[in-house]
């Protein structure tokens, strides 16, 4: 058999479809000229041409949180790849799996200042998993292969292949064969966790009075969604869910107490506080969950804690047991423990447990507060996308009060379906994220709900959606400002609010839909909010903006105080815990 | 309390950044660091000294560990170990004190590499500590210059830090 010769730019290509890459997001430019060629000249992997960089590498975590496979992305070097920077971070901070493949400058020009040079393995090693520098092309088979495993396996994250121009060079040909295994002896993936661990862990589970399930985003990420929502109801516990766990577990079902945390519902955060036993799994008490003072955290708790990462366990609150593995195989060997112990649930403590959180879950914290008949609360626009969609949409969002209103209010009962910046807060990831996702399932509902603030951010956007065709909701909640930056100059800089407002330069944003080829709706009364909103998901082929004016003044409640333990919350203008 | 960790990293352009990288993104302290090849090429041996509590340390070793360069790594101050760090002195010499400098460098166990009519190098090694008791016993007004190479370190007995 004869070894096929291929150019390092055809390489990296044929690499991509090797390794069973479908789509790459990208832009091109001087350094990646090869690479593009490379494309050009074949069918398999098919590129998408987004506006700008940072889209790029949004689309395809959009796609990876969809599909749970690697997003992939290809730009060029300088300018292309610190473009590309904010959305590798993004992907960095919420684990997940993407490879990024930056062009760079002639290997014999890098440190020359040469024209478009810039260090991206420098700049992004805060931010990525690995990166790699390709010095040969005789290395792309191997550097793909081991780039895709490093993003994939373990706890998940993005990966760079950083690629001067000359190893590309279509004149310089090699014998290409892709790897079949990974041999890297510094990488290991933690498997199952420890079984004395685990065992312990159930006993303190079986034992607890008043038990409490914290689920994050590694259990979606770890596909431990059907395994933790067996377990939870075989035991009857509460559980919550990270804003990175929604849909984790069944947010329509009775033992689901919403999302915790900063903006999470009353009796979540009551019954985090207020738990004997906690079980924190795919999650990592970050200082949106704990509130700012770990010390006033779950103070009665015996903390279990199941996570991939070693670094994730004991980083900011203490764990008693802790436990390294897959959710998956940890949460099998659970079930399984949990089925053979001698200890049993204590029925009785747990149904006083259960009373006193359905007298903190009939506070109803997330009921909404009508400022007047004629004005369209935030949170009924994002009810109304719930009721029209099923609660089946994939939804992505923004950064900001709509983020919030959209986590408390559309429930998913599935995992991946809710598609937000958890981490690091990027507002400008909604649509190209949902781009991203409409890739991946083009008959699927890809619904973006969004700011006017945040949408402005990566509106470009609109060419990508127009030239690919891509049938996007977008749901505005225009509060015509900065709402969560302005909730909080109402709530602690006495109302001055600094840059956060803009009334009077928002754009037509009916108008701008239609310049690029879309639909533009504009909703601004109650009474047509259900009516008007059907129509646009009726629009089935269409790209639709959906342009509501909400009430500019609401508020995200119920949220924590700084400083305070899980317990302490603001829930209205007016009320506090 | 101070630590230190050294560990078997690939020899490799950007692994040392990364390791490095990592203790100013995670706000960890550095006090001292050395890193040269080992017997087997394709690896490199990094020692850093560094300051922290128990957790901090912990978090320090994960996050190191999980670096996807670093292969293998040793807490030193965990177990028995020797420590040493090698350090050349420039200190001025002049007349009577010469006879002095280089009682006083005997003493410690140094030696005199280089000399001019008015200035000594000294080498010397040891501990950090016997480092900075020469220094101090120099006097500042003596002191030209220092060169020390950090705190390099392996554990007592048949443990080995290899593959």
């Not at chain 2, 280089?114 to 010397?124: G, P």
């Amino acid at each position: 058999m004869t070894v096929e010769q291929l150019s390092g730019g055809e390489m990296l290509i044929r690499a991509l479809h090797d390794e069973g890459v479908e789509i790459v997001f990208g832009y091109p430019g001087g350094a990646v000229l090869h690479i593009y060629d490379a494309i050009f000249q074949q069918d398999k992997v098919e590129h998408i041409l987004v506006r700008h960089e940072q889209a790029a590498t949004h689309a395809a975590d959009g796609y990876a949180r969809a599909t749970g496979r690697p997003g992939v992305v290809l730009v060029t070097s300088g300018p292309g790849a610190t473009n590309a920077v904010t959305g590798v971070a993004t992907a960095y901070m919420d684990s997940i799996p993407m490879v990024v493949i930056s062009g760079q400058v002639e290997s014999r020009l890098i440190g020359s200042d040469a024209f478009q040079e810039t260090d991206m393995v420098g700049i992004s090693r805060p931010i990525v998993k690995h990166s790699f520098m390709v010095s040969s092309a005789a290395d792309i088979p191997r550097i793909v292969k081991e780039a895709f495993h490093i993003a994939t396996t373990g706890r998940p994250g993005p990966v760079v292949i950083d690629v001067p121009k000359d190893v590309t060079d279509p004149k310089v040909k090699l014998p290409y064969e892709y790897p079949k295994d990974v041999k890297m002896r510094s990488y290991q993936v933690p498997g199952k966790g420890h079984s004395g661990q685990i065992k312990k862990a159930v006993e303190a589970l079986l034992s607890a009075k008043r038990p409490m399930i914290y689920a994050g985003g590694g259990v979606i990420q770890g596909n431990g969604s059907e395994l933790l929502t067996k377990l939870t109801q075989k035991l009857g516990y509460p559980i919550t869910n990270t804003l990175m766990g929604l849909g984790a577990y069944p947010g329509t079902d009775k033992q689901f107490l919403g999302m915790l945390g900063m903006h999470g519902t009353y009796e979540a955060n009551m019954a985090m506080h207020y738990c004997d036993v906690l079980l924190g799994i795919g999650a990592r008490f970050d200082d949106r969950v704990t509130n700012s003072d770990t010390s006033k955290f779950c103070p009665d708790a015996t903390i279990l804690h199941v996570d991939i990462d070693p670094a994730s366990i004991s980083k900011t609150v203490t764990a008693d047991v802790p436990i390294v593995g897959s959710v998956t195989a940890v949460l099998e060997e659970m079930l399984d423990q949990v089925q053979k112990s001698k200890t049993k649930v204590d029925k009785e403590a747990l149904g006083i447990w259960w009373k006193q959180i359905e007298q903190w879950r009939g506070k109803d914290s997330l009921a909404i507060k009508s400022s007047g008949p004629d004005i369209i609360m935030p949170q009924q626009a994002v009810q109304a996308v719930y009721d029209i969609t099923k609660g089946d949409a994939y939804v992505s969002s923004d950064v900001g009060q709509h983020q919030m209103f959209a986590a408390q209010h559309y429930t998913f009962d599935k995992p991946r379906r809710w598609i937000n910046s958890g981490g690091l807060g990027t507002m400008g990831f909604g649509l190209p994220a949902a781009m991203g996702v409409q890739f991946a399932f083009p008959d699927a509902i890809s619904v973006c709900i969004t700011g006017e603030g945040s949408f402005q951010m990566n509106l470009q956007e609109y060419a990508t959606c127009m030239q690919y065709q891509l049938p996007i909701k977008i749901i505005c909640l225009n509060n015509q400002a900065l709402g969560m930056v302005k909730q909080w100059q109402d709530m602690q800089y006495g109302g001055r609010y600094s840059h956060s407002t803009y009334a009077e330069s928002l754009p037509d944003f009916t108008k701008l839909a239609e310049a690029y080829g879309h639909v533009g709706i504009r909703i601004s009364h109650p009474d047509e909010l259900h009516s008007k909103l059907e129509e646009a998901f009726a629009l089935k082929d269409k790209l639709v903006f959906v342009d509501i004016q909400v009430d500019p003044n609401e508020h995200v409640y119920p949220m924590a105080i700084k400083g305070g333990a899980m317990k302490d919350m603001v829930l209205s203008k007016t009320e506090r815990t | 309390m101070r630590h230190i960790i050294s560990l078997l990293m690939e020899n490799e352009p950007g692994a040392l950044s990364r390791v490095v990288g990592l203790f100013s993104q995670r706000n960890y302290n550095i006090d001292s660091l050395t890193v040269a090849p080992t017997e087997d090429n394709s690896l490199s041996r990094l020692t850093v000294t560094t300051n922290g509590d128990d957790a901090r340390i912990e978090q320090i070793t994960k996050h190191l560990n999980r670096l996807v360069d670093v292969v293998k790594l040793v807490d030193l101050t965990e177990g028995a170990h020797v420590e040493r760090e090698l350090m050349l002195i420039k200190v001025k010499a002049l007349g009577a004190q010469r006879a002095e400098i280089k009682r006083t460098a005997d003493i410690f166990r140094g030696q005199v590499v280089d000399l001019t009519a008015n200035v000594f190098t000294i080498q010397l090694t040891g501990t950090s500590d016997k480092l900075d008791a020469f220094i101090a016993a120099m006097g500042e007004n003596t002191v030209l210059e220092v060169a020390r190479t950090g705190v390099s370190g392996i554990s007592r007995g048949e443990k080995t830090l290899a593959l």
